[in-house]
Every structure is written in structure tokens, then in C-alpha cells.
């Protein structure tokens, strides 16, 4: 029997990360860490690796969304799911730099998190297959 994919999500938003947290759940995976800010999921990802990492981007914080996914890839090398309100042309370049992550705009509806996050675990595990 297959176990449930561990998900951590980072988003400064508390409402915004507990609505991803409970959709992805119903959806039958398995959230283990919900952070609103860098530091607390990279924490979380040390003592309970996930197999996704579902990223707000732009954060209230020091780190943001995109450096919170290339520490955890050093970490544990989890999928990528960016989301994101705001897509500047700065971020965009970020992002487009990270050919192994996936992005999401916000506002979405529960189907497209959920559809979104089950590609991103195929694309990571595709580039894992291939060694990349």
C-alpha cells in the first residue's frame, strides 16, 4: 500500500496556508508542517522530510519562497509548488530559472492546488528517473 504524500507548507498568510493545508488533505495527503515563515519549514523539513514543498513566494520575512526551496532541495529534495498573488518581472526570471518547480497563481480554486501538486510530484519524480 502506497503511503500518503508529505506535504509542508510556507505561506505568510495563516488563512491562506491552513485553507492549502486543508485542501490538500481532503485530497488525501498527508500535511505535515504548515509554516509562515522560512525558517520554521525549514525546521520542519529536517525532522519530518516531505515529499512536497507547496511555497508562497513573497513572504514578510528575510528569506522568501525561493530561497526557501533551494535550501530544501540541500535538505531533503522535495517537489516544488510555488504560488504566488504577485509575479513581477524580477520573480518571473527566478522562477524560470528553476526548471524543476512548479507555479501556481493565486488566487486558484481547491481543484487546480490539487492538480497542480500531483504534477508537481510527477515532474519531480520524472527529473529524478533522469538524474537531474
Known amino acids: 500500500m502506497n503511503r500518503a ?12 496556508a ?9 485530497a488525501g495527503y498527508d500535511v505535515v508542517g504548515v509554516a509562515l515563515e522560512a525558517e520554521a519549514a525549514l525546521a520542519q523539513a529536517r525532522a519530518s522530510p516531505p515529499d512536497l514543498a507547496v511555497l508562497d513566494i513573497n ?9 526557501a526551496a533551494l535550501a530544501l532541495r ?3 529534495n522535495p517537489a516544488i509548488l510555488f ?10 526570471t527566478r522562477v524560470a530559472a528553476l ?4 507555479f501556481l ?3 486558484f480554486w481547491p481543484e487546480s ?5 500531483r504534477d508537481a510530484l510527477a515532474r519531480h519524480a520524472a527529473l529524478n528517473r533522469n538524474g537531474q
Open 5 to 16: 504524500k508529505r506535504v509542508i507548507i510556507l505561506d505568510d498568510e495563516n488563512l491562506a
Open 18 to 26: 491552513t485553507s492549502n493545508a486543508d485542501i490538500l488533505c481532503e
Open 59 to 67: 513572504l514578510k520575512a528575510e528569506r522568501d519562497g525561493i530561497d
Open 74 to 76: 540541500e535538505i531533503c
Open 83 to 92: 504560488v504566488s498573488g504577485q509575479l513581477d518581472a524580477s520573480t518571473r
Open 99 to 102: 526548471p524543476w518547480a512548479g
Open 105 to 107: 497563481l493565486k488566487p
Open 113 to 117: 492546488l490539487i492538480r497542480a501538486a
